[in-house]
C-alpha cells in the first residue's frame, strides 16, 4: 500500500506541473493584458511600458515561463496586481472560505445522499421510494445557480416579509454587520445561518445524485447471498442493513468523492456570486477578467493540486474500506 | 458515528467562530499598515475624549450600503476613477477643496476660501486649520501641494490626466504660500475649480517618500487609508465590506461628528440577493439597482426609490474611419432609423431621457431648443441614404453602393451587459428596415478594450459604449482631431468646426460667454453624428425609510452621507 501511494504521489508531481505550465500559456496567450483596464488617453506610452516592466510583462512568453517556473518551485507565487498584495496573502484570505462551504456542502450531500439512498433501496417499491425518486430527479436536474435564487426569494425574502416564519436566512455574505459584537455563541449561530442557503444550494443537486447512486448500489448488495444468510440467521434488519450491507454499498460512493471535488470548485463560482461569498472562485474569474496572471496562475494551480489529492484519498480510501482490493 | 459528527461539527464551528469578545480586525501585515493603524486608533480615543457624542437621539446607529462593485484603488485618489471610489473620497474618507451645492456652485470644504487672481491664471486657497488626519497630523498646505504635484506627474498614471490640461503641472504649478495658503497656476479656462470638487487631498507625510510609479500597488488605497474625513477607516474585507467609523474631530464649523456610529459599504455582486437584501432590511441603501426592479422597491412599505437625472450616457460609436461609415449622412441615417424613445420606454422603463450630445439635460450648458434633437424618422433616413449612393440595387434588403459593397456595420458590446446587448439587437431590428445590415457582437471586456483603444488597431464598425462625465464638460479626448491616436478617439473625428469649438468652450471663462458656444457645438455634433447618442439613463436608489435626511443628486448618492442619521425609533 505505501509503495503504492508513493507511486501515485510522484506521477503526481508532473501532472501538476503539466498542468500549471498548460494554464500559464492558456492565461497568457489570451488577448489582452493587465495594462489595459490602466490605459486612459492622460497615461502616455512610457508610463504603460513602464508598467509592463513592472509586471514582467515586456519579456518573450518562454522566459517568463521560466522565471514564474523557477519562483512556484520556491513557493513565490508573485504579486497580485489587481489586489496589491502578494498572491499568497490573496488566497490565504479566500480559499479558507470557499473550503468552508465546499466542505460543509460535501458533508451534506453524502450523508443526506448515503441516509436517503439506502431508505430507498430498503424500502423499494414503496410510496416513500417514488416521492424520493420524484423530489430527488426534480432537484438533480435544477441548475445551482437557479435553485440559489429560488432559495433566496423563499427562504429570505418571502420568509421574513410574506409569510413572517420566525426562522429565515440572510441572502448574502458570511457573516452580518454586527458579527464583531456578538459572543462566541451569537458568532457560531451567525456563521451557521449565513452558511444555510449557500450550503444548500450545492448540495442539494449533489445530494440528490449520491442518493440515486446509494439506492442502485444498496439494492445489489442487499441481493447478495450474505444478506440473505444475515436474515436468515437472525439478526435484526438494522443491523443487517447498517453492519453488513451498507459497508460494502459504499465502496462505489467513495470514488464519486474524488470525482465531485471538481464540480463542486466550479459550482462554487455562482454560488459565491450569487451569495456574495468572498472565496476563491468569484476571485479567480475576477482575476481572469482583470488579466491578474499571477493570481490566475497560482490559483488554478491550487485547485489543480486540490483535485489531485482529492482523487488520490478516493483511491487510497477505496482500498481501505475493500481489502479484496490489492495494490502493488 | 454520531461522536464523530458532533465533534466535527463543533471543530467547524469552533475554528470559524472563535476569539475574544469585541470588534476585531484584521489589520494587514504590510509594515505601512502596522505603522499608522496604531497611530489611528491613538487618534481615535483621543478624539472620542475630547469630542463626547452630544445628547441627540440622532447619534448612533450603523448603515449599510449595498453595491455590485469593489471600490476599485480604495482611498487613493491618485490612481483611482472608479464612480464609487471616487464618491468615497469626496465624501466619506478624504476631503476635497470644495464641493458643490445643490445649484452646482462651488462652496468650501477643505478649503475655507479662496480667490482668484484678476487675469484667471492662479487661484489661492486658503485652508481651514482646524482640519486632522486621523492619525492626528494636521492638514496644512503641503498635503494639497502634495495632491497636486502627484496628480500632474504622468508616472503616476493618474486616469483623469484630461483634468489638468490647462494647469501647469508638476511642482512649477502650486506654491505653498504659508503653513495654510496655497496657489495654483492655470492657463484661463472653463470650469477651473472642478477638478478641486473631485479629487480627495492625499496625506504628504505618509506618501511623500513613496516612488510614483509604485503609488497604485501601495496599501494605503485599499489596507489601510487614513483621511482626514468625516469617516475614519476601520477595516476593509477584500470583496465583502469596507467599514468606517465616525470621526469624532470633525471640525465642528462642519457640523461635528457625522451622526452614524459606524458606516458599512457591502459588496453584493447579484443584483437580485442585493434587492433582497434592501427587501428584508440586512442593507439600507441600494446603490443602483436596474430600472425593472424600480417598481418593487416602491410597492415596499419600508423603502422608497430615489430616482434623478445623472451625468452618465449611453452611446453607439461609429468609426469614421471604416468606408461605410465615413459619410456623415450614412451616420445621421443610422440615428434617424432608430427609434430611440421607445428603447428608452422599453429598456429603462421610462427611467431615462433620449440623448442628442454628451451635454445632460439638467446641466447650465444644455441648449433647449435643441432639446428635441434628431427625431425618429425612417423615411429620411432612407432618402439620406439614397443621396449617399446606398441603393439596394439587387433587392435582397441590403444596400449597396456603386461598387457592390453591402451596407453591413457590425456593433460591438461587451457581455453581461444585458441593455448593451438590448440595444444592439433592437437596431438591428430596426435599421434592417432601412436597408441596413447590422450585426451585433458580443466581446469580452478587456477584449473589447484592448481593440476599441489600441490606436493602430480600431477593430470594430461600431460600439455601445457608456460615458460618465464630470460637472466640466470636455470632449477633447473624444472629437478632436489632436487626440486622434489617443485611445479614446474612438470616432476618427476631423472636423475642424469640432476642434474650434472644443478649443474656445476650454478657454471660456465665463459661462454666459460659453452658452452661444455650447449651443454651437451641439448643434455641430447633430450635424456630425459621431456618435448615435442613445440615453441619459435616470440614476436609482433604493433607500430604507430607517435612514433619515438622505438627500442624493447628480453630486453623487454620498454627497451628505455625515447628515444621514437612523431613525430613533428603528434603532
Known amino acids: 500500500m505505501t509503495t503504492y501511494v508513493l507511486r501515485r504521489l510522484a506521477g503526481a508531481v508532473p501532472l501538476i506541473l503539466g498542468i500549471a505550465t498548460i494554464i500559464f500559456f492558456l492565461v497568457n496567450l489570451a488577448p489582452g493584458d493587465p495594462t489595459l483596464l490602466l490605459i486612459a488617453p492622460g497615461v502616455t506610452d512610457e508610463v504603460v511600458q513602464q508598467m509592463r516592466e513592472n509586471f514582467g510583462l515586456d519579456q518573450p512568453v518562454h522566459i517568463r515561463y521560466v522565471r514564474w517556473m523557477a519562483a512556484m518551485l520556491t513557493g513565490d507565487f508573485g504579486y497580485s496586481f489587481s489586489h496589491s498584495r502578494p498572491v499568497i496573502d490573496v488566497i490565504a484570505d479566500f480559499l479558507p472560505n470557499t473550503l468552508l462551504l465546499t466542505v460543509c456542502a460535501l458533508a451534506i450531500a453524502f450523508v443526506f445522499g448515503i441516509v436517503l439512498g439506502t431508505i430507498q433501496a430498503v424500502r423499494q417499491y414503496s410510496a416513500m421510494d ?76 449533489l445530494t440528490a445524485g449520491i442518493a440515486r447512486y446509494m439506492r442502485g448500489s444498496m439494492l445489489e448488495v442487499i441481493r447478495q447471498d450474505f444478506v440473505r444468510t444475515a436474515q436468515a440467521k437472525g439478526l435484526p434488519e438494522r443491523v443487517v442493513v447498517f453492519k453488513h450491507a451498507l459497508r460494502n454499498a459504499l465502496i462505489p460512493i467513495i470514488t464519486l468523492v474524488g470525482l465531485y471535488i471538481p464540480v463542486l470548485f466550479s459550482g462554487t463560482v455562482f454560488i459565491e456570486l450569487i451569495f456574495a461569498w468572498p472565496g476563491m472562485g468569484r476571485t479567480l474569474v475576477d482575476a481572469i477578467f482583470t488579466r491578474d496572471y499571477p493570481l490566475v496562475m497560482a490559483g488554478t494551480f491550487f485547485f489543480a493540486c486540490m483535485v489531485v489529492a482529492a482523487n488520490l484519498v478516493a483511491d487510497v480510501l477505496y482500498a481501505v474500506v475493500d481489502p479484496r482490493i490489492r495494490y502493488d | 458515528m454520531n461522536r464523530i459528527v458532533l465533534l466535527s461539527v463543533v471543530t467547524v464551528a469552533a475554528a470559524c467562530g472563535g476569539g475574544d469578545s469585541g470588534p476585531r480586525r484584521t489589520v494587514s501585515n504590510e509594515p505601512f499598515c502596522q505603522q499608522v493603524m496604531p497611530a489611528v486608533d491613538a487618534y481615535m480615543a483621543e478624539a472620542r475624549a475630547a469630542h463626547p457624542t452630544p445628547d441627540d437621539p440622532r447619534y448612533g446607529g450603523t448603515v449599510v450600503v449595498g453595491g455590485i462593485g469593489e471600490l476599485a484603488d480604495g482611498m487613493n485618489a491618485a490612481v483611482s476613477s472608479d464612480y464609487q471610489a471616487t464618491q468615497h473620497q469626496q465624501f ?316 453591413a456595420i457590425s456593433v460591438k458590446y461587451n457581455n453581461g451587459n444585458q441593455q448593451r446587448q438590448d440595444i444592439a439587437e433592437i437596431m438591428q431590428a430596426q435599421l434592417a428596415d432601412i436597408g441596413v445590415a447590422l450585426q451585433p457582437q458580443v466581446v469580452e471586456w478587456a477584449t473589447l478594450l484592448q481593440q476599441i483603444n489600441t490606436p493602430d488597431l480600431r477593430d470594430f464598425d461600431g460600439v455601445v459604449m457608456g460615458w460618465v462625465v464630470e460637472f466640466k464638460l470636455d470632449d477633447m479626448d473624444l472629437f478632436h482631431s489632436d487626440r486622434i491616436d489617443q485611445p479614446y478617439a474612438w470616432s476618427g473625428t476631423d472636423n475642424p468646426d469640432i476642434d474650434r469649438l472644443l478649443e474656445a468652450l476650454s478657454a471660456t471663462v465665463d459661462r454666459d460667454e460659453a452658452m452661444d458656444l455650447w449651443a454651437e457645438y451641439q448643434q455641430v455634433i447633430m450635424d456630425e453624428q459621431p456618435y448615435t447618442y442613445f440615453y441619459f439613463p435616470d440614476r436609482l436608489d433604493g433607500v430604507s425609510h430607517r435612514v433619515k435626511n438622505v438627500e442624493m443628486d447628480a453630486r453623487g448618492e454620498w454627497l451628505n452621507i455625515r447628515e444621514w442619521y437612523i431613525d430613533p425609533e428603528s434603532r
Open chain 1, 130 to 205: 417514488s416521492v424520493l425518486s420524484v423530489v430527488l430527479l426534480f432537484f438533480y436536474s435544477m441548475p445551482s445557480f437557479w435553485l440559489a435564487l429560488m432559495l433566496i426569494l423563499t427562504l429570505s425574502l418571502s420568509a421574513r416579509n410574506l409569510w413572517e416564519w420566525p426562522i429565515w436566512f440572510p441572502a448574502s455574505g458570511m457573516n452580518s454587520v454586527d458579527y464583531d459584537y456578538l459572543s462566541l455563541a451569537g458568532r457560531i449561530m451567525d456563521r451557521a445561518r449565513h452558511l444555510v442557503l449557500p450550503t444548500l444550494s450545492l448540495s442539494l443537486v
Open chain 2, 92 to 407: 466619506v474618507n478624504l476631503m476635497t477643496l470644495i464641493d458643490y451645492d445643490e445649484n452646482g456652485e462651488p462652496r468650501p470644504y477643505l478649503a475655507e476660501s479662496w480667490e482668484v487672481a484678476d487675469d484667471n491664471t492662479s487661484i489661492t486657497f486658503h485652508l481651514r486649520t482646524d482640519v486632522t488626519w486621523h492619525d492626528g497630523e494636521p492638514t496644512d498646505a503641503r498635503d494639497v501641494a502634495f495632491t497636486f504635484e502627484t496628480v500632474t506627474d504622468p508616472v503616476t498614471a493618474f486616469p483623469n490626466a484630461a483634468f489638468w490640461d490647462h494647469y501647469v503641472k508638476g511642482p512649477d504649478g502650486v506654491e505653498v504660500i504659508d503653513d495654510y495658503t496655497v496657489r495654483i497656476h492655470m492657463q484661463p479656462h472653463a470650469e477651473f475649480l472642478d477638478p478641486f470638487r473631485s479629487v480627495g487631498i492625499m496625506p504628504e507625510h505618509l506618501l511623500a517618500d513613496v516612488p510614483r510609479e509604485e503609488l497604485k500597488q501601495h496599501p494605503f488605497g485599499t489596507q489601510c487609508p487614513v483621511g482626514n474625513g468625516p469617516f475614519v477607516f476601520f477595516s476593509h474585507d477584500a470583496q465583502d465590506r469596507w467599514v468606517f467609523e465616525a470621526n469624532p474631530g470633525f471640525p465642528q464649523a462642519l457640523g461635528g461628528r457625522p451622526f452614524l456610529d459606524r458606516y458599512v459599504y457591502r459588496i453584493i455582486p447579484e443584483q437580485t440577493t442585493l434587492l433582497t437584501e434592501l427587501l428584508t432590511q440586512n442593507v439600507d441603501v441600494y446603490i443602483a439597482p436596474p430600472p425593472d426592479q424600480a417598481q418593487r422597491i416602491i410597492d415596499d412599505p419600508n423603502t422608497e426609490l430615489l430616482r434623478y437625472p445623472f451625468r452618465n450616457y449611453v452611446f453607439v460609436g461609429w468609426n469614421a474611419r471604416r468606408p461605410q461609415l465615413s459619410d456623415p449622412r450614412v451616420r445621421l441615417a443610422l440615428t434617424m432609423g432608430t427609434d430611440r424613445q421607445s428603447i428608452v420606454d422599453a429598456i429603462l422603463q421610462g427611467y431615462g431621457t433620449v440623448a442628442n450630445s454628451g451635454v445632460p439635460p439638467f446641466h447650465w450648458a444644455f441648449n433647449e431648443e435643441l432639446a428635441g434633437g434628431i427625431a425618429y424618422d425612417p423615411d429620411g433616413a432612407r432618402a439620406l441614404l439614397e443621396e449617399a449612393g446606398w441603393v439596394d440595387r439587387d433587392g435582397d434588403g441590403v444596400r449597396e453602393n456603386a461598387d457592390g459593397v453591402d451596407l
